[in-house]
């Protein structure tokens, strides 16, 4: 392990000093944390997380290694690691690498050995912020200088930056359901749980027009999780808005959820510190059940602006923490939406009966 000294410099001027992870060099972005216990490989290809500095609550971080079928996307998309203890060591016998040589061969900047519990106290106090870690030098003044030059994270416009280039296919072409997977920077166990229920899938580019979408007839729509600010996203917008008009079954998740809200004149807003982790409480309005909820956003849809769509929107959903919303469904409309992660990779599966819900709204024509 290396023991070259490193820095996280906070915007506010906090600064912590610890060791330097994976590769040397600087990384600067949003800092946010993740309560998780587990599957740090999968929160770490998260594409959502793409533009973010990922605090790593959980004190050990590497102890069962990599694994290279343990992704959610083709590479890690955090944009650098902040965690207690970077433990090269691993106990699992099938691991691929450790997270040192994982880091190195994914060129990933990380900082070790800091007080994690500290950060995240600050951060819940003073919200998130950009932030710089760096192994390279530890001037704090240069880093300073690096770090005013950052933009913001509301206001940017990622999902194209984490979409794919061109259209794929998952699944059986002779399946009986066929759905339009816009990609915003989707997970790849959503993917397979659409397409574990007999749905063969096209996964289109982000800015692939309502035209094309169309041309391939599908069943069904879904809008995918992503990385940055909902309301900068226009053309997905737009989009979401055309595919209404088909009255086809359409299902959002996190960041689908949000522009399924925007698309239908419902305003989101930019969260304090947000939600990431795997044991997230929500309760289903419909049926009166709770949910144990696997969750990553830093923006979410207004629930005052909510209130005045009541006529042609439902809450279906709310968070048991704070009472933020979790879920919608538009009353005329075949089209639902929530803001956690159903698929729950990694995390528990309470919430896996929507993806059987968006099935039956297609199969019921």
């Given amino acids: 392990?290396?023991?070259?000294?490193?820095?996280?410099?906070?915007?506010?001027?906090?600064?912590?000093?610890?060791?330097?992870?994976?590769?040397?060099?600087?990384?600067?972005?949003?800092?946010?944390?993740?309560?998780?216990?587990?599957?740090?490989?999968?929160?770490?290809?998260?594409?959502?997380?793409?533009?973010?500095?990922?605090?790593?609550?959980?004190a050990h971080i590497g102890n069962y290694g990599t694994k290279n079928a343990e992704t959610e996307s083709g590479a890690i998309k955090i944009a650098g690691l902040i965690c207690k203890n970077f433990t090269n060591e691993y106990s699992r016998p099938k691991a691929d690498l450790s997270i040192q040589q994982y880091f190195e061969n994914e060129g990933l900047v990380g900082i070790s050995d800091v007080d994690t519990r500290a950060i995240v106290r600050h951060i819940r106090s003073k919200g998130a912020?950009?932030?710089?870690?760096?192994?390279?030098?530890?001037?704090?003044?240069?880093?300073?200088?690096?770090?005013?030059?950052?933009?913001?994270?509301?206001?940017?416009e990622l999902?194209?930056?984490?979409?794919?280039?061109?259209?794929?296919?998952?699944?059986?072409?002779?399946?009986?359901?066929?759905?339009?997977?816009?990609?915003?920077?989707?997970?790849r166990n959503i993917l397979q749980c659409l397409a574990d229920r007999g749905c063969y899938l096209k996964v289109f580019p982000a800015k692939t027009n309502i035209a094309d979408l169309r041309d391939w007839n599908p069943d069904g729509y879904f809008l995918s999780n992503g990385p940055g600010d909902p309301a900068a996203m226009g053309y997905?917008?737009?989009?979401?808005?055309?595919?209404?008009?088909?009255?086809?079954?359409?299902?959002?998740?996190?960041?689908?959820?949000?522009?399924?809200?925007?698309?239908?004149?419902?305003?989101?807003?930019?969260m304090h510190h947000g939600h990431r982790g795997i044991n997230h409480p929500v309760k289903n309005l419909r049926t009166g059940r709770s949910e144990i909820t696997s969750q990553n956003h830093g923006f979410g849809v207004n629930p005052d602006s909510v209130a005045a769509h009541e006529e042609t929107v439902e809450i279906t959903h709310i968070n048991l923490n704070d009472h933020s919303i979790e879920g919608i469904r538009l009353r005329h409309k075949k089209a639902f939406s929530v803001q956690y992660h159903p698929e729950a990779s990694p995390g528990p599966h309470d919430a896996r009966y929507l993806f059987d819900d968006f099935v039956s709204l297609m199969q019921e024509g």
């Fill in 1 to 58: 392990m290396q023991s070259v000294p490193a820095v996280l410099l906070l915007e506010d001027g906090t600064a912590f000093h610890g060791k330097a992870a994976g590769k040397i060099g600087a990384a600067i972005g949003e800092v946010c944390f993740n309560t998780g216990m587990t599957g740090y490989q999968e929160i770490f290809t998260d594409p959502s997380y793409f533009g973010q500095l990922l605090v790593a609550t959980n």
């Fill in 129 to 156: 912020m950009n932030a710089i870690i760096s192994s390279e030098t530890t001037d704090l003044a240069e880093l300073r200088r690096r770090l005013a030059a950052a933009p913001q994270m509301e206001g940017l």
């Fill in 236 to 270: 997905a917008v737009e989009t979401a808005q055309a595919i209404l008009e088909e009255n086809k079954p359409l299902f959002g998740i996190c960041l689908g959820h949000q522009l399924l809200a925007l698309s239908v004149g419902i305003s989101t807003f930019k």
């Fill in 159 to 187: 999902a194209s930056k984490v979409s794919t280039p061109a259209p794929y296919y998952i699944g059986n072409p002779d399946a009986a359901l066929k759905v339009a997977v816009l990609d915003f920077g989707v997970k």
